[in-house]
């Protein structure tokens, strides 16, 4: 995952104070930008916690060598610098997203889609302000119905709502035609 804005999960983690010298509850953080050395990334490994981007190396070091960790590394933030001026010329934030990698005949490659409403958080640059939770056009709606429902990962999977569907949909069109100037095909 490549971070640029903070948000989300680290928001609400008690390792912020391990990652920014600071409580989660302090609040007038969300959202604002990191520079570009203090870009997080993160992996679910098993569960376990996201770990810093330096730390991806070292985990996947045992795993996959720290040479393949590196170019993923280097790959993720290459893409994510792409995408991010692109976006940002059509009014998008990403704000973070995340990459899947695998190895192919020893090299590392892109093996998912990425830098969708889905796999990233996609905020309106129109109207940024940082200090709080930001307008976006991701999954945000589902998210947040499923923290307001009470679900914990590991539950059986509700029935989302079909308001909460409808406009996660919207959420998702509005960014498809901002970022091409089309309509999605029928």
């Known amino acids: 995952m ?4 903070r948000n989300g999960t680290e928001t609400r983690m008690d390792y912020e104070q391990y990652l920014y010298g600071r409580t989660a509850r302090d609040a007038s953080h969300r959202a604002t930008q990191v520079s570009h050395h203090g870009r997080i990334g993160s992996l679910a490994f098993g569960g376990a916690l996201a770990l810093g981007i330096v730390a991806v190396i070292a985990v996947f070091g045992g795993t996959i060598g720290e040479d393949a960790a590196n170019a993923a590394k280097l790959r993720s933030i290459a893409i994510y610098d792409y995408g991010r001026i692109v976006a940002e010329e ?59 429902s009470g679900w914990k990962d590991g539950d059986a999977a509700p029935v989302l709502p079909a308001d909460v569907a409808a406009a996660t949909t919207e959420r998702y069109l509005t960014a498809y035609r901002m970022l091409t100037g089309q309509e999605l095909p029928s």
């Open 2 to 5: 490549v971070r640029q804005y």
């Open 90 to 148: 059509r009014g998008i934030i990403i704000a973070d997203t995340k990459f899947e990698f695998g190895i192919w005949n020893e090299e590392v490659i892109l093996i998912d889609e990425c830098m969708t409403p889905d796999s990233s958080r996609f905020w309106p640059l129109a109207g940024y302000a940082p200090g709080g939770p930001q307008p976006s056009f991701d999954k945000q709606p589902v998210r947040d119905w499923m923290v307001a």
